[in-house]
Protein backbone atom coordinates (compact mmCIF):
# COMPACT_ATOMS: atom_id res chain seq x y z
CA UNK A 1 0.00 0.00 0.00
CA UNK A 2 1.05 3.75 -1.01
CA UNK A 3 1.73 5.55 2.46
CA UNK A 4 1.02 8.86 0.90
CA UNK A 5 -2.20 10.26 0.10
CA UNK A 6 -2.33 12.62 -2.70
CA UNK A 7 -4.87 14.90 -1.97
CA UNK A 8 -4.62 17.46 -4.64
CA UNK A 9 -6.86 16.40 -7.80
CA UNK A 10 -7.71 19.52 -8.57
CA UNK A 11 -4.62 20.12 -9.68
CA UNK A 12 -3.87 16.59 -11.90
CA UNK A 13 -4.83 13.21 -11.71
CA UNK A 14 -2.90 10.30 -12.50
CA UNK A 15 -3.74 8.53 -15.96
CA UNK A 16 -6.26 5.85 -16.08
CA UNK A 17 -4.82 2.40 -17.05
CA UNK A 18 -6.84 2.03 -19.48
CA UNK A 19 -6.18 5.52 -21.05
CA UNK A 20 -2.68 4.20 -21.08
CA UNK A 21 -3.60 1.14 -23.08
CA UNK A 22 -5.20 2.97 -25.90
CA UNK A 23 -2.45 5.57 -26.38
CA UNK A 24 0.60 2.99 -26.20
CA UNK A 25 -0.58 1.29 -30.17
CA UNK A 26 -0.44 5.27 -31.16
CA UNK A 27 3.13 5.85 -29.48
CA UNK A 28 4.72 2.45 -30.88
CA UNK A 29 2.33 1.03 -34.40
CA UNK A 30 0.30 3.91 -35.91
CA UNK A 31 3.24 7.26 -35.36
CA UNK A 32 2.48 8.03 -38.52
CA UNK A 33 2.07 12.10 -39.10
CA UNK A 34 -1.68 13.16 -39.45
CA UNK A 35 -0.43 15.46 -42.54
CA UNK A 36 0.91 12.90 -44.32
CA UNK A 37 -0.69 10.61 -47.50
CA UNK A 38 0.37 6.92 -46.87
CA UNK A 39 -1.36 4.72 -44.75
CA UNK A 40 0.77 5.45 -41.73
CA UNK A 41 -0.90 9.46 -41.54
CA UNK A 42 -3.93 8.22 -42.56
CA UNK A 43 -4.44 6.30 -39.58
CA UNK A 44 -2.82 9.37 -37.88
CA UNK A 45 -5.57 11.58 -38.91
CA UNK A 46 -8.39 9.17 -38.79
CA UNK A 47 -7.61 8.38 -34.95
CA UNK A 48 -7.70 12.25 -34.22
CA UNK A 49 -10.79 12.85 -35.95
CA UNK A 50 -12.42 10.00 -33.96
CA UNK A 51 -10.69 11.69 -30.87
CA UNK A 52 -13.00 14.96 -31.50
CA UNK A 53 -16.47 13.24 -32.45
CA UNK A 54 -16.08 11.26 -29.16
CA UNK A 55 -15.23 14.71 -27.06
CA UNK A 56 -17.63 16.22 -28.61
CA UNK A 57 -20.52 13.88 -28.08
CA UNK A 58 -19.80 14.25 -24.68
CA UNK A 59 -20.75 18.40 -24.98
CA UNK A 60 -23.41 17.16 -27.37
CA UNK A 61 -21.62 18.90 -30.61
CA UNK A 62 -20.05 17.80 -33.65
CA UNK A 63 -16.61 16.82 -33.69
CA UNK A 64 -15.99 19.53 -36.38
CA UNK A 65 -16.21 21.66 -33.33
CA UNK A 66 -13.41 20.91 -31.24
CA UNK A 67 -10.27 22.55 -31.91
CA UNK A 68 -7.35 19.94 -30.16
CA UNK A 69 -4.74 22.05 -28.17
CA UNK A 70 -1.77 21.63 -25.55
CA UNK A 71 -4.26 21.79 -22.44
CA UNK A 72 -6.69 23.96 -20.78
CA UNK A 73 -4.20 27.40 -20.87
CA UNK A 74 -4.40 27.35 -24.46
CA UNK A 75 -7.83 27.07 -25.21
CA UNK A 76 -8.59 29.44 -22.83
CA UNK A 77 -5.67 32.10 -24.71
CA UNK A 78 -7.31 31.01 -28.08
CA UNK A 79 -10.51 31.62 -27.43
CA UNK A 80 -9.78 35.24 -25.77
CA UNK A 81 -6.68 35.86 -27.80
CA UNK A 82 -8.23 34.59 -31.04
CA UNK A 83 -11.51 36.73 -30.75
CA UNK A 84 -10.51 39.79 -29.62
CA UNK A 85 -7.95 39.74 -32.69
CA UNK A 86 -10.54 38.67 -35.44
CA UNK A 87 -11.98 42.27 -34.08
CA UNK A 88 -8.47 44.25 -34.64
CA UNK A 89 -8.26 43.89 -30.76
CA UNK A 90 -10.84 46.67 -30.32
CA UNK A 91 -14.00 46.62 -27.69
CA UNK A 92 -14.59 45.64 -24.51
CA UNK A 93 -14.44 42.50 -22.29
CA UNK A 94 -16.23 41.50 -19.51
CA UNK A 95 -14.68 38.63 -17.06
CA UNK A 96 -14.47 38.27 -13.09
CA UNK A 97 -12.00 38.76 -10.52
CA UNK A 98 -11.56 35.25 -9.36
CA UNK A 99 -10.50 33.38 -13.29
CA UNK A 100 -7.95 31.08 -13.81
CA UNK A 101 -4.70 32.78 -14.67
CA UNK A 102 -4.98 31.57 -18.09
CA UNK A 103 -7.83 33.96 -18.41
CA UNK A 104 -6.70 37.14 -16.07
CA UNK A 105 -2.96 36.84 -17.76
CA UNK A 106 -4.61 36.62 -21.21
CA UNK A 107 -7.48 39.62 -20.25
CA UNK A 108 -4.36 41.55 -19.22
CA UNK A 109 -2.41 40.81 -22.49
CA UNK A 110 -5.75 42.57 -24.30
CA UNK A 111 -5.41 45.38 -22.38
CA UNK A 112 -2.57 46.02 -23.39
CA UNK A 113 -3.38 45.66 -27.03
CA UNK A 114 -5.63 48.02 -26.26
CA UNK A 115 -8.99 46.28 -25.15
CA UNK A 116 -11.34 47.35 -22.21
CA UNK A 117 -11.43 44.94 -19.99
CA UNK A 118 -13.96 44.73 -16.88
CA UNK A 119 -12.87 42.72 -13.91
CA UNK A 120 -16.21 41.67 -11.74
CA UNK A 121 -16.18 41.36 -8.13
CA UNK A 122 -17.76 38.76 -6.13
CA UNK A 123 -19.49 38.16 -3.23
CA UNK A 124 -17.67 35.98 0.18
CA UNK A 125 -18.62 32.98 -1.21
CA UNK A 126 -17.06 33.85 -4.94
CA UNK A 127 -20.10 33.66 -6.63
CA UNK A 128 -20.84 36.59 -9.39
CA UNK A 129 -24.25 38.10 -9.71
CA UNK A 130 -25.61 37.91 -13.06
CA UNK A 131 -27.24 41.45 -12.59
CA UNK A 132 -23.41 42.92 -12.38
CA UNK A 133 -22.58 41.41 -15.50
CA UNK A 134 -25.73 43.06 -17.59
CA UNK A 135 -24.86 46.11 -15.91
CA UNK A 136 -21.17 45.75 -17.07
CA UNK A 137 -22.70 45.41 -21.11
CA UNK A 138 -21.29 48.14 -23.32
CA UNK A 139 -22.59 48.95 -27.06
CA UNK A 140 -18.91 47.37 -28.21
CA UNK A 141 -18.91 44.75 -25.64
CA UNK A 142 -18.01 41.30 -27.69
CA UNK A 143 -17.07 38.82 -25.30
CA UNK A 144 -17.84 37.57 -21.77
CA UNK A 145 -15.37 34.80 -20.47
CA UNK A 146 -16.14 33.15 -16.78
CA UNK A 147 -15.32 29.49 -15.20
CA UNK A 148 -17.65 27.40 -14.49
CA UNK A 149 -16.10 26.26 -11.18
CA UNK A 150 -13.49 27.75 -9.13
CA UNK A 151 -10.33 25.65 -9.43
CA UNK A 152 -9.30 26.84 -5.84
CA UNK A 153 -12.85 26.94 -4.19
CA UNK A 154 -14.84 24.84 -6.16
CA UNK A 155 -17.81 27.09 -5.97
CA UNK A 156 -19.98 27.02 -9.22
CA UNK A 157 -20.53 30.18 -10.81
CA UNK A 158 -24.41 30.98 -12.60
CA UNK A 159 -23.26 29.92 -16.05
CA UNK A 160 -27.14 29.48 -17.62
CA UNK A 161 -28.01 32.82 -16.36
CA UNK A 162 -24.81 34.53 -18.06
CA UNK A 163 -24.94 32.57 -20.96
CA UNK A 164 -28.68 33.93 -21.17
CA UNK A 165 -27.75 37.53 -21.08
CA UNK A 166 -24.49 37.07 -23.40
CA UNK A 167 -27.02 35.40 -26.03
CA UNK A 168 -29.76 38.56 -25.51
CA UNK A 169 -26.98 41.21 -25.77
CA UNK A 170 -25.07 39.06 -29.00
CA UNK A 171 -22.10 38.79 -26.80
CA UNK A 172 -19.95 35.71 -27.12
CA UNK A 173 -19.45 33.96 -24.30
CA UNK A 174 -16.60 32.15 -23.39
CA UNK A 175 -16.58 29.29 -20.39
CA UNK A 176 -13.22 27.78 -19.31
CA UNK A 177 -14.59 24.53 -18.20
CA UNK A 178 -11.06 23.19 -16.76
CA UNK A 179 -12.40 22.58 -13.09
CA UNK A 180 -15.60 21.22 -13.80
CA UNK A 181 -15.76 19.00 -16.78
CA UNK A 182 -15.87 15.22 -15.84
CA UNK A 183 -17.79 16.73 -12.79
CA UNK A 184 -20.91 17.48 -13.87
CA UNK A 185 -22.70 17.35 -17.22
CA UNK A 186 -22.14 20.46 -19.84
CA UNK A 187 -23.56 21.15 -22.67
CA UNK A 188 -22.53 24.78 -24.68
CA UNK A 189 -25.36 24.83 -26.67
CA UNK A 190 -28.16 24.44 -23.86
CA UNK A 191 -26.17 27.21 -21.88
CA UNK A 192 -25.67 29.28 -24.26
CA UNK A 193 -21.99 29.23 -24.59
CA UNK A 194 -20.21 29.81 -27.44
CA UNK A 195 -16.44 28.73 -26.63
CA UNK A 196 -15.67 26.18 -23.82
CA UNK A 197 -12.40 25.24 -22.49
CA UNK A 198 -11.16 21.49 -21.06
CA UNK A 199 -7.76 19.75 -20.59
CA UNK A 200 -7.16 16.17 -20.14
CA UNK A 201 -4.91 15.72 -16.96
CA UNK A 202 -7.57 16.74 -14.74
CA UNK A 203 -9.93 13.69 -15.81
CA UNK A 204 -7.03 10.57 -15.96
CA UNK A 205 -6.35 11.77 -19.13
CA UNK A 206 -3.10 12.49 -20.41
CA UNK A 207 -0.84 15.97 -19.78
CA UNK A 208 -0.51 18.30 -23.00
CA UNK A 209 -3.76 17.88 -24.87
CA UNK A 210 -6.89 19.75 -23.90
CA UNK A 211 -9.87 21.01 -26.32
CA UNK A 212 -11.61 24.37 -27.24
CA UNK A 213 -15.30 24.00 -28.50
CA UNK A 214 -16.15 26.68 -30.77
CA UNK A 215 -19.42 27.22 -31.93
CA UNK A 216 -19.78 27.78 -35.53
CA UNK A 217 -21.09 31.51 -35.15
CA UNK A 218 -17.27 32.22 -33.62
CA UNK A 219 -14.70 33.10 -36.06
CA UNK A 220 -11.25 32.68 -34.53
CA UNK A 221 -7.46 34.49 -35.31
CA UNK A 222 -5.35 31.16 -34.78
CA UNK A 223 -2.54 32.18 -32.25
CA UNK A 224 0.33 30.53 -33.51
CA UNK A 225 1.45 29.81 -37.29
CA UNK A 226 2.84 27.23 -39.26
CA UNK A 227 0.20 25.01 -40.71
CA UNK A 228 -3.23 24.58 -41.51
CA UNK A 229 -4.35 21.79 -38.69
CA UNK A 230 -7.68 22.40 -36.76
CA UNK A 231 -9.22 23.78 -39.58
CA UNK A 232 -6.94 26.73 -39.52
CA UNK A 233 -7.65 27.46 -36.36
CA UNK A 234 -4.36 26.45 -34.43
CA UNK A 235 -1.24 25.03 -36.31
CA UNK A 236 1.21 22.52 -35.11
CA UNK A 237 1.30 18.49 -35.99
CA UNK A 238 -1.46 16.66 -34.10
CA UNK A 239 -0.64 14.96 -30.92
CA UNK A 240 -2.43 11.88 -31.67
CA UNK A 241 -1.50 9.72 -28.34
CA UNK A 242 -2.63 12.62 -26.56
CA UNK A 243 -6.23 13.23 -28.78
CA UNK A 244 -6.86 9.17 -28.50
CA UNK A 245 -6.14 8.82 -24.84
CA UNK A 246 -7.80 12.21 -23.69
CA UNK A 247 -11.07 10.88 -25.70
CA UNK A 248 -10.50 7.55 -23.57
CA UNK A 249 -10.59 9.51 -20.82
CA UNK A 250 -13.45 11.93 -21.44
CA UNK A 251 -15.69 8.49 -22.20
CA UNK A 252 -14.71 7.10 -19.13
CA UNK A 253 -15.63 10.17 -17.07
CA UNK A 254 -18.84 10.28 -18.79
CA UNK A 255 -19.57 6.99 -17.99
CA UNK A 256 -19.28 7.19 -14.44
CA UNK A 257 -19.97 10.73 -13.86
CA UNK A 258 -22.99 9.98 -11.11
CA UNK A 259 -20.75 7.66 -9.27
CA UNK A 260 -18.05 9.76 -9.08
CA UNK A 261 -19.65 12.54 -7.75
CA UNK A 262 -21.41 10.69 -5.10
CA UNK A 263 -18.23 9.28 -4.14
CA UNK A 264 -16.12 12.50 -4.23
CA UNK A 265 -19.25 14.02 -2.40
CA UNK A 266 -18.74 11.50 0.38
CA UNK A 267 -15.18 11.60 0.68
CA UNK A 268 -15.03 15.69 1.18
CA UNK A 269 -18.02 14.91 3.60
CA UNK A 270 -15.91 12.43 5.56
CA UNK A 271 -12.59 14.84 5.68
CA UNK A 272 -14.80 17.69 7.28
CA UNK A 273 -16.26 15.72 9.47
CA UNK A 274 -13.14 13.85 10.56
CA UNK A 275 -11.38 16.78 11.31
CA UNK A 276 -14.14 18.51 12.94
CA UNK A 277 -13.96 15.53 15.64
CA UNK A 278 -10.12 15.14 15.72
CA UNK A 279 -9.80 18.80 16.25
CA UNK A 280 -10.49 21.75 18.91
CA UNK A 281 -13.82 23.44 17.67
CA UNK A 282 -12.26 26.78 16.90
CA UNK A 283 -9.42 25.64 15.41
CA UNK A 284 -10.91 25.36 11.63
CA UNK A 285 -11.64 29.57 11.06
CA UNK A 286 -13.71 28.73 7.95
CA UNK A 287 -14.47 26.47 5.00
CA UNK A 288 -13.86 28.93 2.21
CA UNK A 289 -16.26 29.08 -0.67
CA UNK A 290 -19.72 28.38 -1.42
CA UNK A 291 -21.20 25.41 0.32
CA UNK A 292 -24.87 25.07 -1.92
CA UNK A 293 -23.44 25.96 -5.38
CA UNK A 294 -20.03 23.75 -5.74
CA UNK A 295 -17.96 21.12 -6.63
CA UNK A 296 -17.88 17.85 -4.85
CA UNK A 297 -14.34 16.96 -4.87
CA UNK A 298 -12.67 20.58 -3.45
CA UNK A 299 -12.54 21.43 0.16
CA UNK A 300 -11.21 24.87 0.92
CA UNK A 301 -10.18 25.57 4.51
CA UNK A 302 -8.64 28.03 6.55
CA UNK A 303 -6.80 27.09 9.93
CA UNK A 304 -6.23 29.48 13.18
CA UNK A 305 -2.81 30.72 13.95
CA UNK A 306 -1.41 28.47 11.04
CA UNK A 307 0.65 29.76 7.76
CA UNK A 308 -0.53 27.75 4.94
CA UNK A 309 3.48 27.41 3.95
CA UNK A 310 3.98 26.06 7.36
CA UNK A 311 0.87 23.13 7.46
CA UNK A 312 1.70 22.21 3.35
CA UNK A 313 5.37 21.54 4.08
CA UNK A 314 4.50 19.70 7.61
CA UNK A 315 2.04 18.11 5.53
CA UNK A 316 4.25 16.58 2.65
CA UNK A 317 6.76 15.63 5.37
CA UNK A 318 4.05 13.51 7.27
CA UNK A 319 2.93 11.53 3.88
CA UNK A 320 -0.20 14.13 2.78
CA UNK A 321 0.22 15.96 -0.71
CA UNK A 322 -2.53 19.29 -0.75
CA UNK A 323 -2.08 22.57 -2.11
CA UNK A 324 -2.24 26.21 -0.92
CA UNK A 325 -4.55 26.97 -4.54
CA UNK A 326 -3.90 26.98 -8.03
CA UNK A 327 -1.02 24.25 -8.96
CA UNK A 328 -0.05 27.08 -11.41
CA UNK A 329 0.49 29.58 -7.89
CA UNK A 330 1.04 27.55 -5.13
CA UNK A 331 4.19 26.98 -5.31
CA UNK A 332 5.58 30.58 -4.73
CA UNK A 333 2.88 30.75 -1.61
CA UNK A 334 1.56 34.36 -3.00
CA UNK A 335 -1.78 35.15 -1.40
CA UNK A 336 -4.54 33.71 -3.24
CA UNK A 337 -6.19 36.05 -5.76
CA UNK A 338 -9.29 34.48 -5.21
CA UNK A 339 -9.58 34.57 -1.70
CA UNK A 340 -9.05 38.42 -1.82
CA UNK A 341 -11.81 39.19 -4.30
CA UNK A 342 -13.81 36.96 -1.67
CA UNK A 343 -13.47 39.89 0.66
CA UNK A 344 -11.72 37.12 3.07
CA UNK A 345 -8.93 38.51 6.47
CA UNK A 346 -5.57 38.36 5.64
CA UNK A 347 -5.45 35.47 8.39
CA UNK A 348 -8.25 33.32 6.07
CA UNK A 349 -6.01 33.96 3.55
CA UNK A 350 -2.78 32.87 4.72
CA UNK A 351 -3.99 29.97 6.40
CA UNK A 352 -6.01 28.33 3.70
CA UNK A 353 -5.49 25.18 2.02
CA UNK A 354 -7.03 23.10 -0.92
CA UNK A 355 -7.53 19.07 -0.19
CA UNK A 356 -9.10 17.92 -3.37
CA UNK A 357 -10.39 14.27 -3.72
CA UNK A 358 -10.38 11.56 -6.48
CA UNK A 359 -11.59 8.45 -7.09
CA UNK A 360 -9.01 6.84 -6.86
CA UNK A 361 -8.39 7.82 -2.92
CA UNK A 362 -10.30 5.89 -0.41
CA UNK A 363 -12.33 6.24 2.58
CA UNK A 364 -9.78 4.77 4.61
CA UNK A 365 -7.29 7.08 2.95
CA UNK A 366 -9.07 10.04 3.69
CA UNK A 367 -10.10 9.51 7.59
CA UNK A 368 -5.96 8.74 8.04
CA UNK A 369 -4.82 12.01 5.80
CA UNK A 370 -7.68 14.25 8.27
CA UNK A 371 -6.46 12.83 11.45
CA UNK A 372 -2.08 13.49 10.12
CA UNK A 373 -3.65 16.95 9.21
CA UNK A 374 -5.21 17.15 13.03
CA UNK A 375 -1.68 16.17 14.17
CA UNK A 376 0.00 18.46 12.68
CA UNK A 377 -2.33 21.54 12.89
CA UNK A 378 -1.70 20.51 17.20
CA UNK A 379 1.98 20.35 16.68
CA UNK A 380 2.36 23.79 14.82
CA UNK A 381 -0.16 25.45 17.21
CA UNK A 382 2.30 24.25 20.46
Do not use: W
Not at 12 to 19: K, N, Q
Request: glycine fraction near 8%.
Amino acid sequence: MNSLIYLDHAASTPVSREVVEKMLPYMTEHYGNPSSIHSFGRAAVVAVMHARDRIGAALKVPGKNIVLTSGGTESDNLAILGTAAKREFQGHVITSQTEHHAVLHACKRLEELGVRVTYLPVDESGRVAPESVKQALEPDTFLITMMVANNETGTLQPIAEIGAIARAAGVFFHVDAVQAFGSMKLEPVELGIDLLSISSHKISGPKGIGALYVSDRVKLKPQQFGGSQERNRRAGTENVPGAVGFAAAVELAMETLNDKSSKLERLRTLMLQTLRIELPEDAIISVNGNEEHRLPQILNLSFREITAETMLMNLDMAGVAAASGSACTSGSFQPSHVLEAMGLSQERIRSAIRFSFGVTNTEEEIVRAAKIVATVCRQIRK
